[in-house]
């Protein structure tokens, strides 16, 4: 039996909107998505998102297991409508699984399974990364015009946040790295002015013996630094 919407599309896509991506991750808004779209599309059953990342495909949210086993089955498969697309990202609607002639090995399995229509809406995250929302249904010609509507606004919608999440995911992460760079750097010219101090040489010789100390000991040279300034500034007993 489908699932019963419980959101007006308004809602859902107002409550994408408002994800707040400070206060969650790439997983978090993914699967935002999945229950909203479920909760939302006419007809949906159950809710996947697919990502293809470097050729590697992968499912990060799903509302049920059949979403994820329909999913997996054509990662395994290396084929289907859900991969299709992505890799166009383009919309690709099954009707009814029994009819269905471009994937018969995977409609099969979908059948056997229990789900008897499906619709996937690809995603164009960003430049290396593409995805699909997948919304399976337990019963054939589960999508009318209003479904299909409502689903393409509703991606459009997802497209936004999931880009918006993995630019902010990016540049959080830059800044971690910078952060880390900085306080590197910051601890190695503690350490070059503690060996200036203590053999009377210039900052190239301090740096020199530093980077030699990394190379003898097979360890990063912040590490060392962070070794040379904790003994240095250790109060002796």
């Known amino acids: 039996m489908a699932h019963a919407q ?5 809602d859902a896509f107002a409550e994408l909107g408002r994800i707040k991506l400070s206060e969650t991750d790439l997983n978090g808004v993914f699967t935002k998505i999945a ?16 990502l293809v990342e470097n050729q590697d495909a992968y ?45 018969p090995d995977w409609t099969a399995r979908a059948s056997e399974a229990g789900a008897h229509s499906s619709l996937s809406i690809g995603l164009p995250v960003q430049e290396a990364v593409t995805g699909a929302l ?40 830059l800044a971690q790295h ?4 900085m306080r590197s750097r910051a601890v190695i010219e503690q350490a070059k002015g503690i060996i200036m101090g203590d053999r009377r040489c ?3 010789e301090a740096f020199a013996i530093l980077t030699k100390l990394s190379q003898d000991t097979n360890r990063k040279l912040r590490d060392v630094a962070v070794a040379l300034v904790g003994r240095a500034t250790t109060p002796k007993p």
């Open 6 to 10: 419980d959101m007006k599309s308004a």
């Open 35 to 50: 229950d909203l779209a479920k909760r939302t599309i006419p007809g949906a059953s159950e809710v996947s998102v697919t």
């Open 59 to 103: 499912t990060p949210a799903f509302t049920g297991e059949l979403a994820l086993a329909l999913d997996e089955a054509q990662y395994k498969l290396g084929h289907g409508p859900c991969l299709a697309a992505a890799a166009s990202t383009s919309t690709q609607h099954i009707a009814d699984m029994t009819s269905e002639s471009r994937w």
């Open 134 to 173: 997948n919304i399976y249904a337990t019963e054939a010609d589960a999508f009318g015009e209003d479904a299909l509507a409502v689903a393409h606004t509703f991606a459009s919608y997802a497209e936004v946040a999931m880009a918006n999440a993995y630019l902010y995911n990016a540049q959080t992460t």
């Open 178 to 181: 910078m952060e880390i760079a």
């Open 202 to 204: 210039s900052a190239d």
